[in-house]
């Protein structure tokens, strides 16, 4: 039987929001739930029931709720959520107005800027007006080409009153990766920042904003803010205005446009690797419930907690952050390295803030152990709860660093979803037990299974990660895909009725998850499937491996298994450490999973949003070419693939 590495007490579950949500659900349809798992298949079955309970529970703000819950709940696409509620997902996010802090935003160089609910309204109640005064509407979109910070924030939730579409990048974008995103839905108003700050760098955004603008077919209004120079000389930008001429001074009130549920509220992007990014729509209602089932029920969150997430603007952790603002949680924004000026700078923000819930990626957290960090000794952290990490998998070993180096009583939760849902599939359960290795529970009313090749729903095996019902934050569809058949072709065509992630999964038999990678990515020697995270697994344990990426080569009617691995300063890959790393991974796994070649290479090529990517590398390994390098943070880094006289 697997050990638990930690186990909530029994105090901390019956204290829990989850607890509360049950028996809520015991009490008004006569049940008997006692364990998650009985919550969860009760959630599935009676689905309607469930996110009415959880529309209740969340203490959604509407106009009207409607007594319909879900029509053509046998489509997918094609389900609609609470057809004849009238809501507006801003007035969820300041539905309080006091004088607590609503949000600190923090930049690397310590600069700290902290707003209580009551000035985050009002702040919000000056943009908005302008905004409406400048024209915008429900429906139209504007963008931010911003960091994370509190100017993000307000912009965002000023768009969303009115009804219009929020779209955003994070300002280290380049201008084709920019206008791949923003040319496609043609925004009116565009925020942006004068600069912002990396790594001890300030890198001026002016230049490139003037350009954005230029090239925007259809833009209005250019509001920029503030974030390096007090006073940025923006004459260069067409339609531009600095921030604090923009607003309204003595706007207080704000006049939320209620909409229906299924209004969009944010267009999202895929990662654009395999050619123009796909615009994906999300719903006002189905992003709300969702978020404050994942924020109340998965992790606990209450107006006590102070929620961290390190994300930029152009990351979907960004979105899943910010709502916690509808339970009345404490935001803490980041912008900038994490890990200038130096390795701990993230700990040091969660003991003087006081953070509750730090989140962060399955990266960040191998790069602190990488490092030697061990804040459990150097920082003073008795607030923190929860540990988040999502962006790829887990590995065993990142589990025993958390419990060992930083903190031993603590939910440690390894979370999976994406931009396509704007949420999670499965995520943390603070009345569970952590596994190592395991993500701890498929999420409530979010009918999630893994299929086999036959299509056919497994346990204890690799597969597809599917979800076989519809639930309220599937996207309403693609931008400029009127008959919605990129939409269709992106998740439904796998299997028919049911979506299909690109996840190579696995249940356990603790009802817990493994992700083992992404489906395309998956290898394949000899007619065996093997995921990548399986190899990234092991080579982590080897010291002088700061990261690594896996492709299958073509090779003699066959596929072969080549790993690139960057190692870390004053280490270079000779026939003992591939030795070494081979023998780690054959210890471990099997003998298919042994890389047949291993090279040594000086970095590896990685999405804007952090995530490596394995396709791309495949593709120039193969001499073919790259659709679209401006979807990746640093694509020359693809020139030291091609043409590698190993392969």
């Not at 949680?329 to 912008?335: G, I, N």
């Not at 990660?465 to 065509?493: H, K, T």
């Amino acid at each position: 039987m697997t050990q638990p590495l930690w186990q909530p007490t029994a105090a901390a579950i019956e204290s829990s929001p989850l607890r509360a949500f049950m028996q809520r659900v015991n009490e008004r349809y006569q049940q008997s739930l006692s364990h998650y798992e009985d919550l969860h298949q009760w959630s599935v079955v009676n689905p309607e029931e469930f996110w009415e309970m959880m529309w209740e529970f969340g203490e959604v703000v509407a106009a009207e709720q409607g007594s319909r819950v879900l029509e053509n709940a046998d489509r997918m696409p094609g389900a609609r959520w609470f057809p004849e509620a009238r809501l507006n997902f801003a007035e969820n996010l300041l539905r309080f107005r006091d004088d607590r802090t609503a949000v600190v935003s923090l930049r690397e160089d310590g600069q700290r800027v902290s707003l209580t609910f009551a000035q985050l309204h009002d702040q919000v109640a000056q943009i908005a007006l302008a905004l409406e005064q400048a024209g915008v509407v429900p429906g139209d979109r504007v963008a931010g080409f911003v960091p994370n910070c509190h100017y993000a924030l307000m912009a965002m939730l000023a768009t969303a009153s009115l009804g219009a579409i929020w779209s955003s990048c994070s300002p280290d974008f380049g201008f084709n990766g920019v206008l791949d995103r923003f040319g496609q839905i043609q925004p009116k108003v565009l925020f942006a920042t004068d600069g912002y700050l990396y790594n001890g760098k300030r890198i001026n955004s002016l230049p490139r904003v003037a350009e954005i603008a230029d090239a925007l077919d259809g833009l209005e209004q250019v509001v920029v803010f503030p974030f390096l120079e007090t006073h940025p000389d923006i004459s260069s930008i067409q339609k531009a205005v600095l921030w604090d001429d923009f607003r309204i001074p003595d706007a207080r009130e704000i006049d939320f446009a209620e909409l229906p549920f299924d209004h969009p509220l944010y267009i999202m992007y895929s990662s654009g690797t395999t050619g123009v990014p796909k615009c994906i729509v999300h719903s006002a209602g189905g992003t709300l419930l969702q978020h404050l089932k994942e924020h109340q029920l998965h992790t606990s969150l209450t107006r006590d907690d102070t929620l961290f997430y390190y994300t930029t603007c152009g990351w979907m952790m960004w979105n899943w952050l910010v709502s916690g603002l509808a339970v009345g949680a404490t935001l803490v924004l980041f912008d900038g390295s994490p890990f200038a000026p130096e390795p701990k700078t993230l700990w040091d923000m969660a003991e003087r803030e006081g953070v509750t819930v730090f989140g962060t990626s399955a990266k960040y957290i191998a790069a602190c152990e990488k490092a030697g960090l061990k804040p459990g000794q150097t920082h003073h952290l008795p607030k923190l709860r929860a540990i988040l990490s999502t962006g790829s998998p887990l590995s065993h070993e990142s589990f025993d660093y958390v419990y060992r180096d930083i903190k031993p009583d603590l939910l440690l939760a390894s979370i999976s979803g994406g931009t396509d849902i704007i949420s999670c599939f499965a995520l943390g359960c603070p009345t569970r037990p952590v596994y190592r290795g395991q993500l701890q529970c498929r999420g409530l009313g979010m009918d999630v299974q893994v299929y086999n090749e036959q299509g056919q729903p497994v346990v204890g095996e690799k597969g597809e990660l599917v979800c076989v019902q519809p639930f309220p934050s599937m996207p309403i569809g693609f931008w400029n895909d009127p008959d919605g058949s990129r939409y269709r072709a992106a998740y439904f065509e796998r299997f028919d009725n049911i979506w299909a992630h690109g996840d190579y999964a696995e249940i356990t038999p603790e009802d817990g998850m493994i992700i083992h990678g992404r489906s395309d990515a998956v290898l394949n020697p000899g007619g065996v499937r093997i995921g990548t995270a399986e190899i990234y697994r092991q080579v982590e344990k080897v010291e002088a491996v700061l990261e690594a990426l896996c492709i299958g080569q073509d090779w003699k009617d066959d596929v072969r298994v080549v790993l690139f691995v960057r190692m870390k300063e004053g280490f270079t890959l000779d026939e003992g450490l591939k030795k070494r790393i081979r023998e780690t991974i054959k210890a471990e796994t099997t003998p298919r999973h042994v890389p047949s070649k291993i090279i040594q290479v000086a970095d590896i090529p990685r999405t804007l949003s952090g995530k490596i990517v394995e396709l791309a590398v495949r593709e120039v390994v193969h001499g073919r070419p790259v659709k679209n390098q401006d979807a990746l943070a640093n694509p020359e880094t693809l020139q030291l693939f091609a043409n590698l006289p190993e392969l």
